[in-house]
């Protein structure tokens, strides 16, 4: 198993995933289709996104289902199936939240939001060391100005952060170092990640 080294992996990793999670890929249904399944089930907007996020961490913690999605999504860079797989499923959970909340997810600021969310409780940080404050502030109409310098700090953030979080040190070697429970507990730190990114995308795209 590979390790993650450098951010612009990361970077080309999350676009890849966005790609596919906005347009869906073969039995795998896209953001807007998934947002609107959970909307049928729940007229209540707000219980609608909530069921989305409880059901995707635990997807998240199933591993058979991860390894099923990564069989469908054939990823042309050199990382772990488990990793790319989650980070295609939470970011269609965020980008599934966002439709869900009235924004457009093909626009540049939308998907560099999105990618912060995946940063969790630090998003809200990341967010203001670029001079944006999360909350009503950020409407559909106020992200689309936000300028594309912005953006390309944004996305610099996330992914030395997310770096930081698959390198050397992080989930790759942990599964290595334990590889009977690693599954296990792989499981659990996906879910609980989800849990949280889930969270901040309810709070990033406000309404």
Not at 163 to 172: A, P, R
Request: net charge positive; with cysteine.
């Amino acid at each position: 198993m590979s390790e993650v080294k450098n951010p612009g992996i990361i970077m080309k990793v999350l676009d890849w995933a966005y790609e596919k999670a906005i347009n869906g890929a073969g039995l795998v249904e896209s953001a807007s289709m998934l947002a609107g399944d959970y909307q049928k089930m729940n007229s209540d907007r707000e219980k609608a996104i909530d069921s989305l996020i409880q059901w995707q961490t635990t997807k998240c913690a199933t591993a058979g289902f991860i390894t099923g999605i990564g069989g469908m999504l054939t990823l042309p860079i050199a990382i772990p199936a488990n990793i790319s797989s989650v980070l295609f499923m939470q970011l269609r959970m965020v980008a599934a939240i966002a439709i869900m909340r009235g924004y457009n997810p093909k626009s540049d600021q939308v998907q560099s939001l999105a990618y912060i969310c995946l940063t969790g409780s630090a998003a809200t940080d990341l967010l203001k060391s670029v001079g944006i404050r999360v909350g009503r502030q950020i409407t559909e109409s106020a992200i689309q100005k936000i300028s594309s310098n912005t953006i390309a700090q944004i996305n610099e953030k996330v992914g030395f952060r997310l770096l930081s979080k698959f390198g050397s040190e992080g989930l790759i070697n942990l599964s290595k170092a334990v590889p009977l429970i690693g599954g296990v507990v792989s499981g659990a730190v996906d879910a609980a990640s989800t849990k949280v990114i889930g969270k901040t995308a309810k709070h990033t795209f406000a309404y």
